[in-house]
């Protein structure tokens, strides 16, 4: 018989393991400890699939720390197609439960550490089959001690949000939407607005480690603000947390501008490892990334559902 429930704290933090993939089950299990020890997730949030005493299959929700509602599913091992029809049901019932509107999940190919998402065209069809869709098609960048430090660059001076304080940052950022590429932002202006969009997104990166210094606006050489800079650190890895241009500012360069500098501030406070997202259709960062020097690790897709 096929069962849904909570794991047990003697199945913490492994969960579902696989014979012979010591790799995969070391590698997850210390993802997971330290998701439930930042606060990202809670033993209540992790669903193990029981079959006759057998785990078959886990759902891991996830949050901002601090958070008390479930954003996404972060881990899951889908089991077969009755499994994972199991899971999924329960992690958007639970997920619900706890006041959650929507629920996300991501999917990255090729297969990596520490989710190690093998079968992504299963995958694919499995979280459709369960009423997700596709909100961002993404690559994701890579840069590692070792790599040579991007130039800065020296028509850019900047200010930081200790200095500035948050309206400058929203007001600015409101303007880089108007004409953005990213889907998600498209999304939440539809919804929200320019400004609402703007405000949202500065709270959340808000919420992310960092130091009020770090989030930085660019002004150029005739003192206008063209640039946002906001580099963070997430429980896994340093981010080029939002990189955003002033329309005033578009076609020259900035965009990479960005991404060196905050390389360079997540670099000389000790990140060995610095990653960064956008969209495939997104030219713009994808060539700001590459001339910054990073490369492009893997692709990832984004879905989301409504509860």
């Known amino acids: 018989m096929l069962t849904i429930r909570p794991a047990r704290p003697e199945e913490l933090p492994a969960l579902t393991a696989y014979p012979n993939d010591d790799e995969r089950n070391s590698a997850t299990a210390a993802y997971l400890s330290g998701l439930l020890d930042s606060g990202c997730t809670r033993p209540a949030w992790c669903l193990v699939a029981d079959q006759d005493n057998e785990l078959v299959g886990n759902v891991v929700l996830w949050t901002i720390p601090g958070r008390s509602v479930p954003e996404d599913i972060v881990l899951l091992e889908p089991g077969d197609d009755q499994t994972a029809a199991a899971l999924l049901t329960h992690a958007a019932e639970l997920a619900r439960s706890l006041g959650a509107r929507t629920q996300g999940h991501v999917l990255d190919t090729p297969s990596q550490a520490p989710q190690f998402q093998r079968d992504p065209r299963r995958r694919e069809q499995l979280l459709a089959a369960h009423g997700f869709s596709v909100t961002r098609d993404g690559c994701r960048f890579l840069w590692q001690t070792g790599d040579p430090l991007p130039a800065q660059d020296d028509r850019l001076h900047w200010r930081s949000l200790a200095d500035l304080g948050e309206e400058p940052f929203v007001d600015l950022l409101a303007d880089t939407f108007t004409d953005t590429k990213d889907s998600i932002f498209r999304a939440e202006i539809a919804e929200h607005g320019l400004r609402?969009?703007?405000?949202?997104?500065?709270?959340?990166?808000?919420?992310?480690?960092?130091?009020?210094?770090?989030?930085?606006?660019?002004?150029?050489?005739?003192?206008?603000?063209?640039?946002?800079?906001?580099?963070?650190?997430?429980?896994?890895?340093?981010?080029?947390?939002?990189?955003?241009?002033?329309?005033?500012?578009?076609?020259?360069?900035?965009?990479?501008?960005?991404?060196?500098?905050?390389?360079?501030?997540?670099?000389?406070?000790?990140?060995?490892?610095?990653?960064?997202?956008?969209?495939?259709?997104?030219?713009?960062?994808?060539?700001?990334?590459?001339?910054?020097?990073?490369?492009?690790?893997?692709?990832?897709?984004?879905?989301?559902r409504p509860l």
């Open 196 to 304: 609402g969009a703007a405000e949202r997104n500065l709270a959340d990166m808000l919420e992310l480690d960092h130091e009020p210094d770090w989030f930085e606006i660019g002004y150029d050489q005739q003192n206008r603000p063209v640039a946002i800079s906001l580099p963070a650190r997430t429980q896994s890895s340093a981010v080029i947390g939002l990189v955003a241009i002033a329309t005033t500012g578009r076609g020259h360069g900035y965009a990479t501008a960005v991404v060196a500098r905050g390389t360079s501030i997540l670099v000389a406070t000790g990140a060995t490892e610095i990653r960064g997202d956008c969209d495939t259709g997104n030219i713009g960062m994808v060539k700001a990334f590459q001339r910054a020097g990073y490369h492009n690790f893997a692709n990832r897709k984004m879905f989301s």
